[in-house]
């Protein structure tokens, strides 16, 4: 009976110790890992902006890619596509307002059809 517990216990740990952490972004944001891309999530009233990064935080152009932000709003998760707007941003509107830091993901499909996603606590 202990094994089991003492498995599961273990498995709990390494999969919170791949996610990464999030760190404060330049436009106000939170920061997380997105496959290669490093992803700042900016939540202003309904708006939603999404700013994409490389490795060493140099800004990558928005342009061919897309995405979905899909936030818990009000207990309750939403979708909201997003869509390239200036620079290395990606922007969407939710039917409601989201609060200054909603958790949730950003998946996003590249130009060149690969995805990655990153999850906001």
């Known amino acids: 009976m202990i ?17 990464a952490h999030e760190t404060a972004g330049q436009h106000g944001g939170r920061v ?5 891309f490093h992803v700042e999530l900016v939540a202003k009233g309904e708006t939603v902006d ?10 990558v152009p928005a342009n061919g890619f897309k ?14 596509p997003l869509e390239p707007a200036d620079g290395n941003r990606l922007t969407g509107k939710a039917n409601a307002s989201l609060g200054d830091s909603p958790k949730g993901a950003v998946q996003l499909t590249g130009p060149d059809g ?3 996603s990153g999850k906001f606590n």
């Open 3 to 19: 094994l089991p517990k003492l498995t599961l216990v273990v498995g709990l740990l390494a999969a919170t110790g791949v996610s």
């Open 32 to 36: 997380t890992d997105a496959g290669k």
């Open 50 to 59: 999404v700013f994409l990064s490389d490795g060493e935080q140099k800004p």
């Open 67 to 80: 995405g979905t932000a899909i936030l818990v709003v009000g207990g309750k998760p939403a979708r909201v």
């Open 114 to 116: 690969a995805t990655a």
